[in-house]
């Protein structure tokens, strides 16, 4: 709780600064109740504040943490905030100071133009290009404003109100043969449009075409390549293939019911997907969980960490050559998944968690395979380093290849991992404790080279801190209930519906309706598995949510890749992307 | 089609006329047409295409990896390259972005090619109902074998296996349905795994409590 208030009273001075330099292009200051300031800014402004805060405020904001835009048309409860019909919002993250702060410009029709920031932060760009794709707004200036996640041909905005939502709602869909050549002639990369050229003073550059199935790509992702013999050129990674929507579906779904949808964001994830989500909408409700609900959720979290962490170790093996590690690790995943079926009753989405609590109580008898797997894996860990870890040619394969620094990494967004291999010791959960991870004993494993070595022994190493809390978890469990007593608690305590008709009522409305949860606006943040993943919540004051902003970890690693795989060799390629564990639902969404 | 396996050694030529002399004729030599002979050998060597889309494909590779071992069921070649599969598992949501790659990609499969639709998502959009996602794999491909869940557990995926290579062995392609100059051919649906095992199912009085391990 201390460092909440530290973390405030560093932002509240920090206003106060911006307030008295940029008096003019200040037009409101709010703070909701995750206490994180919101300024809202003039556009002409915008440019100038940020380049302030990049650079020379006393907090300098290193990571464009997020950046997206709010369709504010239809929005009821708007108090304290400008005319405005659409709002961009960026999210600034200090990681010396370790404070956020929001920044918002309204944009009114039918100006739907802003300067870009591309330039100050590299990591806005892939960000501004969704803005443009999902909301039609212009950003002057950006380098190539294209679609990013829709196909080329595509018409319209999904993410504004007046968009329809569902695949039903709209044409049937059909493919015939014409209009298949019409939307692959759409998808051909043309290097001119990335500034490219066909050919140097002395060779002529072959364009390659990875992907948008290829098995390296772990799902489906494009990259296309310009190289030199086999020596990378540059590269334009192309995403968008596993768009589905899961923005949208939150303004669809009602707060409960977009619990499961949440756990498909990062497949690998399951239902560490849910905390972030149900910890905003517990901030929103003002609902306090028992102790046992968050040591329940910090297990079953890092059960998943080290579900995740296992499929990437086995398949960052087998995509530098090694194949049989991942026979190996699929052994020890399985195991896991065992343990979490036998809790949730599903192994890879249960959707487990809920609004102020989890789906049940722990079964009888659940922690004896627990303790096994916890006794059984640091023999088969030490088994795995020598086979892939200290193992000379992968050492080859991935020592020096792909190497960023921890200043490029924030430029880029980079979180996780990936970041920690660089150096830096950021974990948010020693930074910013949630959850109760302030009561666990564990370490943040880090590296040095911040190479694609180092990112696997990273997350190797994880593995061995997960079991750690793991295990804190189990000889601690706290006795207690596993949901809270608050009225806004989904679904109601069976217990409290038949005292009286009010009563009844009430809880026929949370099980029909859902919660209703009071107006305003929210960010929760997790160190998830595979980086930073944040949910930005807007409510509307109704039974679901208004704008769903799902800030995910991924997106920002794949960005980066044309920086730190250029002059390497295809194969080296192989190997960058196998160690920045992706998924593609995590980066389209 | 039907055969066996006898130790070569082991059998003593008999009489002819007698009954041990057609036993050993039927151990001997085998008999069928050509085109059960060529469907059994179909059955037995299906090589999936190495593809999958989202959530589903983690699901499909565990089937494939220690535990599951898909290899129990000749079906573990797992090719990279369309060209040399004849069977591909749409595993994973199908988007309206990757539809026109993954028509193209089955045009590309060797005939004749299969299709296994993996998952609430390939099946009907499941619950993607949402502008992205095309409502079902069988919107612009012919599918021979649905597998419901989401995603469905490896052992699900396997027995989606087992049942189409059952309905190789039985079938001549197509599987489904064409209509040519000559004829209309229509094979009758298979019957739903759940119609089939609902008997079954509902005479179940007693369902394990998730409150015990």
């Given at each position: 709780m201390e460092s909440t208030t530290l973390l405030e009273m560093g932002s509240a001075d920090l206003v106060e600064e911006l307030s008295l330099r940029f008096d003019d292009e200040i037009v409101a200051v709010q703070r909701y109740c995750d206490g994180i300031p919101v300024l809202w800014l003039s556009r002409s402004g915008l440019r100038q504040v940020l380049s302030y805060l990049r650079t020379?405020?006393?907090?300098?904001?290193?990571?464009?943490f997020d950046l997206t835009a709010i369709d504010e048309r239809v929005r009821t409860n708007r108090q304290g905030q400008p005319p405005s019909d659409f709002t961009v919002t960026y999210h600034l993250m200090s990681f010396s100071e370790n404070c956020d702060i929001r920044l918002k410009v309204a944009l009114l029709q039918p100006d739907l133009s802003i300067p870009t920031i591309s330039d100050l932060w590299p990591n806005a760009n892939w960000y501004e290009r969704e803005c443009w794709d999902m909301f039609g707004i212009q950003f002057t200036g950006h380098p190539n404003l294209t679609r990013i996640m829709?196909?080329?041909?595509w018409k319209g905005h999904p993410l504004r109100k007046d968009h329809p939502a569902r695949a039903t709602e709209m044409e049937p869909y059909s493919l015939l043969q014409e209009q298949r050549e019409v939307e692959q002639e759409a998808l051909r990369f043309k290097p001119e449009e990335w500034g490219m050229r066909r050919e140097s003073a002395t060779s002529e550059f072959m364009f390659l075409n990875l992907g948008p199935n290829h098995p390296s790509v772990h799902g489906v992702f494009r990259i296309a390549l310009q190289l030199d013999g086999e020596i990378l050129i540059d590269a334009v990674p192309d995403i968008g293939y596993h768009h589905r929507g899961a923005e949208k579906m939150g303004e669809r779904q009602s707060w409960h019911t977009y619990i499961p949808y949440t756990d498909r964001v990062?497949?690998?994830g399951g239902v560490m997907n849910n905390l972030p989500y149900v910890m905003a909408l517990e901030q929103m409700a003002g609902i306090v969980v028992p102790e046992r609900v968050k040591v329940i959720r910090v297990m079953l979290c890092e059960l998943f960490r080290i579900a995740s962490h296992l499929l990437f170790y086995g398949t960052y093996a087998q995509d530098v050559g090694q194949l049989s590690p991942v026979f190996y690790m699929f052994v020890e995943r399985e195991r896991v998944f065992n343990i979490i079926e036998s809790i949730c009753g599903a192994r890879m989405h249960p959707g487990w968690f809920r609004i102020g609590g989890v789906a049940q109580d722990l079964p009888r008898g659940w922690d004896k395979a627990i303790r096994e797997l916890l006794d059984f894996m640091p023999a088969r860990l030490k088994d795995y380093d020598g086979m892939v870890l200290n193992n000379g040619i992968v050492k080859r394969r991935t020592q020096g290849v792909g190497v960023y620094t921890t200043r490029q990494a924030l430029d880029w967004g980079v979180t996780g991992a990936g970041l920690r291999a660089t150096g830096m010791e950021w974990d948010y959960r020693k930074q910013r404790?949630?959850?109760?991870?302030?009561n666990f004993d564990f370490e943040v494993p880090i590296a040095v080279n911040g190479d694609c070595y180092d990112r696997c022994a990273v997350r190797v190493e994880e593995i061995r801190q997960s079991l750690r809390i793991i295990r804190q978890c189990v000889d601690n469990m706290p006795p207690g209930p596993y949901k809270s007593e608050h009225p806004l608690t989904t679904p109601p305590l069976k217990e409290k519906s038949k005292l009286d008709i009010e009563t009844l009522i009430n809880h026929f409305l949370s099980v029909s309706w859902g919660p209703v949860i009071p107006p305003g606006e929210v960010t929760m943040c997790i160190e998830a598995t595979k980086g930073l993943n944040s949910y930005y919540l807007v409510s509307d004051?109704?039974?679901?949510?208004y704008r769903t902003r799902i800030r995910t970890p991924s997106f920002a690693h794949l960005q980066m890749i044309p920086q730190i795989s250029r002059g390497f060799m295809v194969a080296d390629l192989i190997a960058i992307i196998a160690s920045i564990d992706f998924v593609m639902a995590d980066v389209d969404r | 089609m039907s055969w066996q396996l006898e130790r070569a050694d082991e059998a003593k030529s008999p009489t002819p006329g007698s009954s041990a002399f057609d036993d050993y004729i039927r151990r001997n030599v085998m008999m069928t047409r050509l085109e059960d002979m060529v469907a059994w050998g179909r059955k037995n060597s299906l090589w999936p295409f190495n593809f999958g889309l989202s959530c589903c494909y983690v699901e499909m590779a565990t089937a494939l990896t220690?535990?599951?071992?898909?290899?129990r069921f000749g079906s573990e070649v797992i090719r990279g390259s369309p060209r040399q599969a004849d069977m591909i598992v749409i595993a994973g949501t199908v988007f309206r972005k990757m539809a026109p790659v993954v028509s193209l990609l089955y045009e590309q499969l060797l005939e004749p090619r299969w299709v296994i639709s993996m998952g609430s998502c390939a099946n009907s959009g499941g619950m993607y109902d949402i502008y992205s996602v095309v409502q079902g794999v069988d919107k612009f491909l012919p599918v021979d074998v649905y597998v419901s869940g989401c995603p469905p557990r490896p052992e699900a995926l396997l027995q989606g296996l087992i049942l189409l290579q059952e309905s190789i062995g039985r079938e001549r392609r197509p599987l489904s349905w064409v209509i040519n100059d000559q004829q209309i051919y229509r094979k009758t649906p298979d019957p739903v795994q759940r119609d089939l095992r609902r008997a079954d199912r509902i005479a179940a009085t007693e369902i394990r409590s998730p409150d015990e391990l």
């Open positions: 020379d405020a006393s907090l300098c904001f290193e990571m464009l829709l196909p080329p041909t990062d497949y690998l404790p949630y959850s109760g991870y302030e004051g109704g039974t679901g949510s | 220690s535990r599951h071992d898909l290899a």
